[in-house]
């Protein structure tokens, strides 16, 4: 899986899964990754520390899931339409 990616799509979904109004869904339309396949990338490529405090962040949140989600649809100026 993360073997297919690039070394830019991989920094983008990394960015995209720290940001707190992006939801899987929208990382899911555009590189086609399910919230497993995110979490296994951001497990390989980022320091333990830091999976694991995002793990921990994310962990529940409302905003990361676009059904329980309350805010508005946020579009990233690199997100694809």
């Known amino acids: 899986m993360s073997e297919e990616l690039t070394v ?28 497993n396949d995110v979490r296994e990338v951001m497990r390989t490529h980022l320091k333990r520390s830091s999976f694991e405090l995002w793990r921990k962040r994310v962990k529940g949140r409302k905003t990361k899931h ?16």
């Open 8 to 35: 830019r799509e991989i920094d983008r979904i990394i960015e995209m899964a720290w940001e707190d109004r992006t939801p899987f869904e929208a990382i899911e339309f555009q590189f086609g990754l399910k919230e």
């Open 66 to 81: 676009q059904k329980t989600s309350p805010a508005n649809r946020f579009r990233s100026q690199n997100q694809k339409l």
